[in-house]
């Protein structure tokens, strides 16, 4: 059985950071695509960052230059450290896994429980 366990969400000031964590148990992270995705209230879920089977990584646009996505296959963990947050970056972030990258967001089958980040201005 696959899980994934984030942490590492907060509250931050604007500018400031984070590192966001993701466990993975049930399944090897190197063999899989894994992504963050987050959702703002009243929003639909947005892919953030992916890091695939063959190490590319991928970012939606607004976060390109600010956030890192990166894998250590040997702890079967993700992360994604996030430099310059701002405010608009507030949302529940997900961690989520599936066979390869090229799934659309809702077809992801396996996804953790999800970790708040608050940017305050």
């Known amino acids: 059985q696959v899980q994934l366990v984030e942490s590492g969400g907060g509250s931050v000031q604007a500018g400031g950071s984070l590192r966001l964590s993701c466990a993975v148990s049930?399944?090897?992270?190197?063999?899989?695509?894994m992504g963050w995705f987050r959702q703002i209230l009243g929003k639909e879920r947005e892919r953030v960052a992916t890091?695939?089977?063959?190490?590319?990584?991928s970012y939606t646009d607004s976060v390109k230059g600010r956030f890192t996505i990166s894998k250590d296959n040997g702890k079967n963990t993700l992360y994604l450290q996030m430099n310059s947050l701002k405010p608009e970056d507030t949302a529940l972030y997900y961690c989520?896994?599936?066979?390869?990258?090229?799934?659309?967001?809702?077809?992801?089958?396996?996804w953790g429980q999800g970790t708040q980040v608050t940017v305050s201005s």
């Open positions: 049930g399944v090897t992270s190197r063999s899989i695509c």
């Open positions: 989520a896994a599936a066979w390869n990258c090229y799934y659309s967001d809702n077809a992801f089958p396996f």
């Open positions: 890091f695939d089977s063959s190490g590319r990584t």
